[in-house]
């Protein structure tokens, strides 16, 4: 999945037909909002797909050099953890977004950014701590 959130975010970072779907600056007289277009704008989603793939090499090679056949209950336990939190993170934040797209339009391709780029972030960023605690 990071190859995929990775290859979307780079894509489109840059593409002008994509830039052109976006909302307009100022559409919403919400700051938060409109900085996170402009940043889109910008093409800097590109840096989150960097990110993204920094982590996942991270998390390889984390994996590669600790690598252990047999998991102890430790391990199994901080595993289930990170799923939960992962799992928890993705069914709160799906209504939130379906909410936020439903009660206003504007904006939807950058709400639907930001649920992406928050909540793939948020799952390698689990598996690190996964890795690096074991």
């Known amino acids: 999945m990071s190859v995929v959130y990775s290859?979307?975010?780079?894509?489109?970072?840059d593409h002008i037909e994509f830039l052109g779907l976006l909302s307009h600056t100022q559409t919403l007289n919400s700051p938060f909002w409109n900085e996170w277009s402009d940043f889109i704008?910008?093409?800097?989603?590109?840096?989150?797909?960097?990110?993204?793939?920094?982590?996942t090499v991270i998390i390889l090679l984390c994996m590669t050099i600790k690598r252990t056949t047999n998991y102890d209950e430790y391990q199994l336990s901080i595993l289930n953890r990170c799923f939960i939190a992962a799992g928890f993170i993705?069914?709160?934040?799906v209504p939130v977004v379906m909410v936020m797209l439903l009660s206003d339009p504007n904006y939807a391709i950058e709400t639907i950014f930001l649920f992406a780029s928050v909540q793939w972030v948020s799952v390698i960023v689990l598996y690190l701590i996964y890795v690096i605690r074991n």
């Open 41 to 55: 704008k910008a093409g800097n989603m590109k840096f989150i797909g960097y990110f993204i793939i920094g982590l």
């Open 90 to 93: 993705s069914i709160v934040m």
């Open 7 to 13: 290859f979307i975010f780079i894509f489109t970072s």
